[in-house]
């Protein structure tokens, strides 16, 4: 497989479904438009899965696991064995994102992307390491860019293979200690933005690491010289392994119309790789939530992406994700289960 | 059953159970406070229960409908008929709250507070019928003081009669042409604000038509001249009996300490009836969502409730409290399932 077939492969919305879901909602029992965003998004999905009534039943939640290099400057409140040690924890159900996907009724895909460990053997987890940890950013490039490709067609073919089981909706999810600041130094690279406007204090960094992270990311863009004309190249200098992976599974979603519910900071740094390289495929992101970390405003905002919720989240696993995914299942049995004006007999204005 | 028992059996929060879910929260595999406002509803429903670790599991949505003597000033988008063929609809499971409450695995229990004509029997309908709709508040009370006990006194009964059959959570929804006319006047009455600060389109009048809305409601404040000291007066002057059926149903729920999820407009007109007659009810009250209604932020400032979502909703019925509901619920699973750092093996800050 190669990342330019996948690309070429994604299409443009279905107009005409979307023009007749959006008919269909005209003649439910409500006022027009009074339900919303949840109207908006049944239009979408109805574009995004080529029908006029969507509809979603298999939903699926991805978490990429990677560890960073970067981790040895000091950017992280937690030590690096936390990326494994939760890792094992999303294999025993008994992280957050375990529990949303619970409550939401869909199935968690858990994937080393590139934990800097061995994870022992276990038949839930998908291994696809590209390296044990990516290399330290802030001396050098995170990665070769033939590991950013690996990790992104890595990202596809996971995609693909949960489409193959049942796939009607994705969402995304990562674990990985310290990819807030690869995170925040890819969003800088693409918008062109200084450190300080993106950098938060991911898992709780103080004021002196929030500082410190600052000036690893800007020491990360100034040796590495990311372009931003090129995502493949950012992703390679400044990336991870797990954020690639993501951005893969987006690509791949798109290219075989199913829509993709992006969580949070990480994953809309993700989302910004894919859309840099197909901006084809942002038709089929939809943003769950804007998280607390700093700068994932602006960075929805880039992407041109309004996000569903606002709860001050910022634990990514994908836990947005789940929830999101559940506003569009429900929009999606608005349009599929309400009565219309005609067969309830209701009257109209 | 007197108002005066209801009211005083409402106690405050259980902060003992509060401190509990606060400290539990702070031991889950996550970083503190990652998951924001889910964590502070586990911990305002621990305290309203009165239970660490608090649980939802049956979950009903009470749907008042009632008519309004004020439509006769062409206030509304839709003829008055709407309102008994959308009870109808709402007993076939083809509106909007049906659909919603299926997602979230809620029952819909459907009153009749005051609709203007008689609707079949049913045996799905509970028929509490104050009177054929509320006289036209532009010429004079709505209701008699009466009138406005009955209704909130109904509102109990159906709460604890729900209660009563498993109920863990209660939102509140509503139906009624005309509605939100007197839910914009008890906001302009309690909040002592000009009606254009308030009124909105509701199921969508012209330009032309909130301008004619807004001069009813300020004749009928000024006529009525309701006390703004006094909810009772304000109910009866300016109100209606599926919004004085809903302040019934937050006050006996809080008596019994039961959570209350306030959906939109119509609702938290109710809820400032509520808080008026009994300012310690406030605590036991979540708000489901920012409605698209002009006015509606203004009123929850007034409350000081922070709704959950902002997704332009504009419907009542309880469709956002639906949403709400499951939020809430996932809010205590967190809190109930996820691992603790020692029994996950998870290293710590």
Known sequence: MKLEEVINRIQPLDQTAMQEARARQDTLTKPQGSLGRLE?????????????????????????????????????????????????????????????????????????MGVASDIPANEKLIVKKVAYGTANMAKGPAMTREQATESILSGVEIVETEIARGLDIVGTGDMGIGNTTPSAAIACALMKQPPKEIAGRGTGVDDEGLKRKIGVIQRALDINQPNPNDGLDVLA?????????????????????????????????????????????????????????????????????????????????????????????????????????????????
């Open 237 to 349: 200098k400044v990336g991870g392994f797990e954020i690639g992976g993501l951005a893969g599974v987006m690509l791949g979603a798109a290219a075989h119309r199913k829509p993709v519910m992006v969580d949070g900071f990480i994953s809309t740094a993700a989302a910004m790789i894919a859309v840099s390289i197909a901006p084809q495929c942002r038709d089929y992101l939809i943003s769950a939530h804007r998280s607390k970390e700093h700068g994932h405003g602006l960075m929805l905002d880039w992407l041109n992406l309004n996000p569903l919720f606002d709860l001050d989240l910022r634990l990514g696993e994908g836990t947005g994700a789940a929830l999101g995914i559940s506003l569009a299942e429900a929009a999606c049995k608005i349009l599929a289960e309400m009565a219309t004006f005609g067969e309830a007999g209701v009257s109209e204005k």
């Open 40 to 112: 908006e998004l049944s239009i979408q999905l109805a574009g995004i899965m080529g029908k006029p009534i969507p509809a979603i039943k298999d939903k699926v939640i991805i978490t990429m696991a990677g560890d960073h290099g970067v981790v040895a400057e000091g950017v992280s409140a937690y030590p690096q064995e936390v990326t494994p040690e939760m890792v094992l924890n999303f294999l025993a159900g008994g992280a957050a994102i375990n529990v949303l996907a619970r409550h939401v009724n869909a199935r968690v895909v858990v994937v080393d």
